[in-house]
């Protein structure tokens, strides 16, 4: 009985001390916040978008960008499309991504055809000249 008291009393006022402790690992003043990572992958999106040229193929536009925020595939008569969104600009302070916030890429049978923004796509305008 005399060890848990003596325990106790030892015990009890280490983990009060320690309750409100916070750890912060310096990270070379990286900011990892919510924000801050997508205010810097709109940024870097824009950055590479504007270096790619017409004509670039699927797998390296994929390579280049990574995985798309939304992505679309339709067939068009023997023509196979593809549209890809990124986001590059920021409209809402929801935190969400939408497409008016994206710029599209435009894919025939694998081959850039057409870059824009996102929130002005609409397959139904589009037609394929061969």
Known sequence: MKKSIIALLIAVPLAMTLSGCVIKIN????????????????????????????????????????????????????????????????KHKDGLTTKDECTFLQFINGQLVETGNGGDYSKIDKVIVN
């Open 27 to 90: 990270d070379d003043g990286m900011d990892h916040g919510f924000v801050g990572d997508n205010e810097d992958r709109t940024y870097k999106n824009r950055k590479k978008i504007a270096k790619i040229q017409l004509g670039t193929s699927f797998m390296d536009i994929q390579e280049q960008l990574g995985v798309s925020d939304f992505s679309e595939t339709y067939a068009d008569g023997d023509n196979t499309v593809r549209v890809l969104y990124y986001r590059t600009q920021r």
